[in-house]
């Protein structure tokens, strides 16, 4: 339905907008828990926050949308700012200068759209034809808007805000934020444009194949090597997103659905995971890697929640994360299969290769999480949190299972709605098989108590020797790290050589710099300055 | 129960006594290259039986749910996954899309085993679990390779029976692609069995069987019944992935010569420590994988 100029309320902005939402409330609920101080200005920012992004989503005008997109990243910018770190404020000051220079490559990019259909006055959901990207013209048109969407969402060149984000901010503005109604806006965003205002070509698939990928591969080898919870959750948060660039990259229908279902899955499972972490903080006082440890036995409700939205962010069966990337390597290969264009072949193929390599490196550092977080020696004694703070991870990770199990009857009905019909190739019943599983387990375990009628508890052996010296799991990418090629890309990585912000800064350093020497005060410089000058303006006028 | 349901059941069974016997005949030729006299045929099972009547102990400090679940859920999956390749091999019955499930089905026995041992809280265990990490990531990147070049070159297809039925004229293993798929199937089904050269994780001599060093009576025999699935249900996924032609009478062969392979590989290297594992891996094998991958989709 399409209201005016200024609205539109079709089933894509239906669904984006049930889930912002949706993260409302839960995130509500979660804070009335954890935030203590500073709760006027919290909360009037947190819900200005809601109001906007329902606002965007429902905004038909891109002037207004682009308006609006910019109010976000203030109020971001507020939210990051709330407590009197030093390190929230530059923090805040990074994301602010991100966000607030892609929102302006995105005008760019808009106002290139207007240059090319020749008309001010211009909607998302157009009546007329959409643009047939054919030129390098449209291209970069296409290419601007979509790195505005890329720096919501947060994607790689611009995701750089978003582990600084996830370290420095309290973690009920990181769960709402970067986590979910960040990644529903971008995805949301490049969604529209590439179902109504964009008809990609071969090269502008290329493009976004390349960045998903790339997003993916990069974001998770930089998680595998982190030590902080929330750091790490942040990488992920970057790396999911490659996927939902993936599926939409085919521009089909199933494509454009399995982006959507990813996005939304990403959204509660990557919002319960930091609302855990948020747990585990407030309990042991450290989100280091290092100081935690057997904190499963004193909480478990909280390591049952962390682990089944950690098998979700892996893609373990059943859980939600596996029907989405199930269904986006589905959309790549109906890619694959239909262009003829062999150098796409080549990019769809290395790019599934990618998706599926970066999702086994997301269960080891997963792994390498929740071993050294619940498992092993306790380190202290803790005692579970309270209810308005284990509810909402209990409601996120309940639907995992329930958009992993009945994918079909639930969401996807619903997204469907949203991309147009779909046509899905390949079936997974997930219900019969969890079924032999749980089935499997309940048989084992009665197997089990059946036959260990004696069962005796002993400390662990170790050679025979006591040892003092725990061994940490949390080191075990040492020897990845080490092996040759990886040592110099992760130095490079170290050494901020790919953050976009920090080379922009050196770039600007640089220049003023440069200025700065021209300005040295001595009176004969600047008149050789002067001269020069008249010279180039009297060349130029009387040549 | 309906008629197919017991066929199936059947056929759960047939493979279990298969991945037993095939285990039994990697240690029979290990014992002949030795020159030793090697274990009678039943083997196997009478361990398996044995471990199921001992008591079980559990070490205090561990994590009991994790502990005593990770043996039970590594076997339910793997039982899993054989029902599935059962279904498609034997009774040409797949669902689209089967591969994927395949896949991660697969990674959920490494996932259990490394959860498994770090509950366990001990540190021999921990070293090995970390080692198990770092191993899953070398050998499942390959095998997502081999995969992808199987899908390929069967022109996108992804349910494991049209693969079949696209092998009816020629096996893939009779292509320059075919060859490098087949090759990285066969480091994969190495390494996920874990044995020498690749049992970094287990490496009695080192870490006193890492992974599995606090498991013992009834759980270890999970994970032995896991394990003796898993010797049926890999091999099987490598034949049908790369000789997929004529698996009437003939899978029996192609069966005894993939044990074979393993059991020569087994006997004439010594184990690679965890460095060499990732750089064969990741520096040779992976873009071995990826020049294959081309080839593929050039339709060599």
């Known amino acids: ?543 | 129960m309906k008629g197919e349901d017991l066929i199936l059941f059947g056929l759960l069974f047939f493979s279990f006594f298969i991945g037993g016997w095939g285990w039994w005949l990697e240690r029979k030729l290990t014992a002949r290259f030795q020159y030793r006299v090697g274990p009678p045929w039943y083997q196997n099972f009478i361990d398996i039986l044995k471990l199921f009547s001992k008591e079980q102990i559990i070490p205090s400090p561990a994590n009991r749910v994790i502990f005593i679940l990770s043996p039970i859920a590594t076997l339910s999956s793997v039982i899993l996954v054989t029902i599935i390749l059962d279904r498609i091999i034997f009774l040409r019955e797949g669902f689209l899309g089967d591969l994927f499930v395949i896949l991660y089905l697969l990674i959920i026995p490494s996932l259990f085993i490394i959860l498994g041992a770090f509950s366990s809280s001990n540190p021999l265990a921990t070293v090995g679990g970390t080692r198990e990490i770092k191993l899953m990531l070398a050998y499942e990147f390959v095998f997502i390779l081999s995969l992808l070049i199987v899908i390929i070159k069967s022109g996108g297809v992804f349910s494991l029976e049209k693969i079949l039925d696209k092998q009816m004229s020629t096996s893939y293993i009779n292509s320059f692609s075919g060859i490098i798929g087949f090759l990285l199937a066969l480091f994969y089904l190495q390494a996920k069995l874990g044995i020498v050269p690749f049992d970094v994780s287990e490496a009695e001599q080192e870490i006193m069987s890492g992974v599995f060093i606090e498991y013992g009576g009834p759980l270890l025999g999970f994970y032995r019944l896991a394990r003796a699935f898993l010797y049926f249900s890999l091999p099987m996924l490598v034949i049908a992935f790369f000789m997929g032609k004529n698996l009437g009478w003939q899978i029996a062969y192609k069966y005894l010569i993939i044990i074979l392979i393993i059991s020569v590989i087994k006997n004439i290297n010594p184990r690679l420590r965890v460095k060499d594992v990732l750089s064969l891996f990741w520096f040779f094998l992976f873009p071995l994988g990826i020049v294959g991958m081309f080839l593929s989709i050039l339709g060599y």
């Open chain 1, 1 to 543: 339905m399409i209201i005016g100029d200024l609205f539109i309320f079709d089933n894509l902005s239906k669904l984006v907008a049930t889930f912002i939402a949706f993260f409302i409330l839960i995130i509500l609920i979660y804070s009335f828990g954890y935030i203590k101080e500073r709760k006027f200005s919290y909360y009037f920012w947190f819900l200005i926050t809601g109001i906007l992004s329902i606002g965007v989503v429902f905004t038909r005008n891109v002037w207004i949308i682009i308006s609006l997109w910019g109010f976000l990243g203030f109020t971001l910018f507020q939210l990051i700012n709330l407590s009197d770190d030093d390190k929230a404020s530059s923090t805040a000051k990074k994301t602010f200068i991100v966000v607030g220079g892609s929102d302006g490559l995105m005008l760019l990019g808009f106002i290139l759209y207007a240059h090319l259909t020749s008309s001010l006055s211009f909607n998302l959901a157009v009546d007329k034809q959409p643009l047939i990207i054919n030129n390098g013209l449209t291209l970069l048109s296409f290419i601007f808007i979509a790195l505005g969407c890329f720096a919501k969402a947060g994607a790689i060149p611009l995701h750089t805000w978003i582990p600084h984000v996830a370290k420095d901010a309290p973690v009920t503005v990181v769960a709402y934020l970067p986590a979910s109604l960040d990644k529903l806006l971008g995805i949301y965003l490049l969604a529209r444009i590439v179902k109504d205002t964009f008809i990609l070509d071969n090269w502008a698939k290329a493009f976004l194949l390349v960045m998903g990928a790339l997003t993916v591969i990069f974001a998770v080898m930089m998680a595998l090597i982190q030590h902080n919870i929330k750091k790490l959750l942040g990488y992920h948060a970057v790396s999911q997103v490659g996927y939902m660039i993936l599926g939409i990259a085919s521009g089909t229908s199933l494509g454009l659905a399995s982006g959507l279902f990813h996005m939304v899955n990403h959204a509660i499972y990557k919002s319960c995971l930091f609302l855990c972490a948020g747990n585990i903080e407030k309990e042991t006082g450290s989100s280091q890697l290092e100081d935690l440890g057997g904190i499963g036995k004193f909480m478990p409700l909280t390591f049952i929640f962390t682990l089944i939205a950690s098998f979700s962010i892996s893609g373990i069966p059943p859980f939600n994360g596996f029907v989405s990337k199930w269904t986006i390597y589905q959309s790549l290969l109906d890619l694959f299969n239909t262009t003829t264009f062999i150098t796409l072949k080549v990019i769809v193929s290395l790019s599934l290769v990618m998706a599926l390599v970066g999702s086994g490196l997301t269960l080891a550092s997963f792994l390498k999480l929740i071993s050294s977080v619940f498992l092993g020696k306790p380190k202290k004694i803790v005692r579970e949190v309270g209810f308005s703070l284990y509810f909402p991870p209990f409601i996120l990770s309940l639907l995992c299972i329930i958009f992993g199990l009945f994918a079909y009857s639930t969401i996807l009905k619903f997204i469907e709605k949203g991309a147009g019909g779909i046509y899905f190739s390949g079936l997974w019943r997930p219900l019969l098989s969890t079924g032999l599983i749980v089935l499997g387990v309940v048989l084992g375990l009665i197997l089990f108590f059946f036959s260990a009628r004696i069962t005796r508890y002993s400390p662990s052996y170790i050679g025979g020797e006591v040892l003092e010296d725990e061994v940490k799991s949390e080191d075990f990418y040492n020897t990845i790290k080490d092996l040759s090629l990886l040592k110099k890309i992760y130095n490079c990585a170290e050494n901020k050589y790919f953050d976009i912000y920090e080379q922009g800064k050196r770039l600007i350093f640089l220049l003023g710099r440069f200025l700065s020497f021209l300005h040295n005060g001595v009176l004969p410089t600047y008149l050789v300055w002067c001269l020069i000058g008249m010279l180039g303006l009297l060349y130029l006028f009387f040549r």
